[in-house]
């Protein structure tokens, strides 16, 4: 396994001891820095922060570059006493002194973690996709109905035909039918304000 070790802001962290658990469990170490992240090497297999309070310590685009690699947070600090909100970007935490058999087992289920973590950003972000076209379909049902006085089936079908007439996906044709109707009605707000 290869292991991105970035160096902490922190001066009062060792590097060290996080290196020697690190080569103990087999890994091979690379150090980086916190603030150099868009050099990362797409063949690193997990990174480890060195932080006391990394959730202060690291901004919102060094987080998001992060997140595409497993992310394991190297606790260094008295007392083990972690808020949630501390740790619910990180797919493991490593401490002083874990014996290697820990510090292997730490990596293989954060591998995992951040694999799982990935299929539910991803299914979260088709969810999002198909939502966003519900609603267009459902707001261009909503001005058929309006407009032409028909039920809301009528308007479904009317958006599905005219979906299958010009070869394209019904969400499609309903944003180009809300767009348009917008675009309309903005001439009628002009003459409504004048009048």
Same mark, same amino acid.
């Given at each position: 396994m290869l292991t991105l070790l970035l160096s902490s802001k922190d001066d009062n962290l060792s590097k060290d001891d996080c290196k020697q658990i690190l080569t103990s469990a087999d890994c091979q170490v690379q150090h980086g820095s916190i603030d150099n992240l868009s050099g990362l090497s797409p063949d690193v297999d997990a990174i480890i922060i060195q932080s006391l309070f990394p959730s202060t310590s690291l901004s %919102?685009? +060094?987080? %998001? $570059?992060l997140l595409h *690699? /497993?992310? =394991? #947070?190297? #606790?260094?600090? !008295?007392?083990?006493d972690i808020s949630p909100e501390e740790t619910h970007h990180f797919d493991g935490l490593? *401490? /002083?002194?874990?014996?290697?058999?820990?510090? &292997?087992l730490t990596l293989n289920n954060s =591998?995992?973690?951040?694999?799982?973590? $990935? =299929?539910? +950003?991803k299914d979260n972000d088709k969810l999002a996709y198909q939502l966003e076209e519900? &609603? #267009?379909?459902? &707001?261009? %049902?909503? $001005? =058929?109905?309006?407009?032409?006085? $028909?039920?809301? +089936?009528? !308007?479904?079908? *009317?958006l599905r035909k005219q979906a299958m007439d010009e070869r394209r996906r019904l969400p499609e044709v309903a944003a180009s039918l809300v767009q348009f109707h917008k675009m309309l009605e903005k001439p009628r707000e002009a003459e409504h304000i004048r009048g």
């Open positions: %919102k685009e +060094q987080m %998001k $570059i *690699f /497993p992310l =394991l #947070w190297y #606790w260094e600090g !008295a007392s083990p490593l *401490f /002083p002194n874990m014996p290697s058999e820990s510090v &292997r =591998l995992r973690n951040h694999r799982h973590r $990935i =299929l539910l +950003q519900r &609603r #267009w379909v459902d &707001r261009a %049902k909503s $001005i =058929l109905r309006e407009e032409r006085n $028909i039920t809301e +089936q009528e !308007a479904y079908t *009317f």
